[in-house]
């Protein structure tokens, strides 16, 4: 069932950080009635937050600059909540990448974070969490943390004469060090698709859940490993009943979340968007790219982007958030509902969605 609520639907801007600077990538984390913004703009990284569980927002910190930012097709920063310590992380660079296929990428990028523990209201110097110099340069990675304070990282790794591996590293110390790198994941043709983003998630019981988009004999689908200790992972397991042959990069990794016991994601085959549980037939919700998952108190939100402008779905039905948009993102919130953002004109927008 598709709704259109476009006229009803009451939107938050959060203006661009300068006019030449128009911001990117939004990403939201929570932790109670506190939420974390992050998001690129120019050569920064920026944060704000919210006390009110996304009722307003605080003028945007700035976390930290470089001189190369990947900021385009899910190449921005991302947030977690450690306890109290704030996480952001991205990847940056000094030089600019060569050749038709560099889209903006640097040649020496690294995967930094950045921490604060004041609500972010500071946030310390960067800490590089690839123990290779220059291997996540495609700037593809992901975040999560639990609640006992740790985290995990994974990312797009070029390490190695050719080929794209999984790669990853954890931190038992609210993101202050991080371990040797291990390898996720390496596929037997050789590489894994090249240019979609990993996503990462936490259970009930801290194993860490690792989702991206393969390469096996032509088709670019999407598989699933966990691990207990975040060093050994289990054989992977390919999502979906369907296959999706491709000799192209769909540029769009999907969303992964839990529940209880469940293991949900979202992702992408063609246009068509799916919903599917390990083990399970996928379930197609809609059309669309640039897909967003999140599971509050139980109950299942899709966001992606669309010729129809930015879609939230939700048991069974489909509301249009705005006319236009890219990039969007969902977080969880406290009561039930959810809080999504977006990039508009240049600003973030953010719509919060009750119960």
């Not at 296929?101 to 800490?127: E, N």
């Not at 690792?210 to 966990?226: F, H, K, P």
């Not at 996928?282 to 059309?287: A, H, W």
């Amino acid at each position: 069932m598709f709704i259109s609520l476009l006229a009803m639907v009451l939107v938050t801007q959060l203006a661009p950080v300068a006019s030449d600077a128009p911001s990117h990538e939004p990403q939201i984390a929570t932790s109670g009635s506190l939420i974390g913004l992050a998001f690129g703009a120019g050569k920064g990284i920026y944060f704000s937050a919210s006390h009110d569980s996304g009722e307003t927002f605080s003028a945007p910190v700035k976390v930290a600059e470089a001189a190369i930012v990947p900021l385009t097709r899910h190449r921005g920063p991302r947030i977690a909540f450690s306890g109290r310590t704030i996480v952001i992380s991205a990847v940056a660079g000094k030089k600019l990448a060569g050749g038709p296929h560099a889209h903006g990428l640097p040649s020496d990028g690294d995967l930094m974070v950045w921490r604060s523990v004041d609500s972010g209201k500071t946030w310390s110097k960067g800490i590089v969490v690839n123990d290779v110099p220059g291997a996540p340069t495609e700037g593809l990675h992901s975040l999560a943390a639990d609640d006992k304070g740790r985290l995990f990282a994974a990312w797009l790794d070029k390490r190695g004469e050719k080929g794209t591996r999984l790669y990853g590293a954890r931190s038992s110390d609210a993101g202050a060090t991080w371990s040797k790198n291990v390898l996720i994941y390496q596929s037997p043709e050789g590489t894994i698709c090249e240019c979609c983003h990993p996503s990462v998630a936490f259970d009930a019981n801290g194993q860490i859940l690792v989702m991206w988009r393969n390469w096996i004999a032509g088709a670019r689908d999407m598989y699933l490993t966990q691990s207990r200790d975040g060093e050994i992972f289990a054989k992977p397991e390919k999502l979906g009943t369907g296959s999706w042959q491709l000799n192209a990069c769909p540029m769009d990794g999907g969303g992964l979340a839990t529940s209880g016991g469940r293991i949900i994601t979202l992702w992408r085959r063609g246009e068509g968007v799916f919903l599917a549980e390990p083990e399970k037939p996928e379930k197609q919700i809609g059309s669309g790219k640039d897909l967003a998952l999140a599971v509050s108190q139980g109950r299942v939100y899709a966001v992606w982007s669309s010729a129809s402008g930015i879609i939230l779905w939700s048991s069974g039905k489909a509301e249009v958030l705005a006319g236009a948009g890219a990039f969007p993102a969902v977080a969880a919130l406290p009561d039930g509902g959810v809080l999504t953002a977006w990039e508009a004109d240049g600003s973030i927008s953010l719509h919060r969605t009750r119960p």
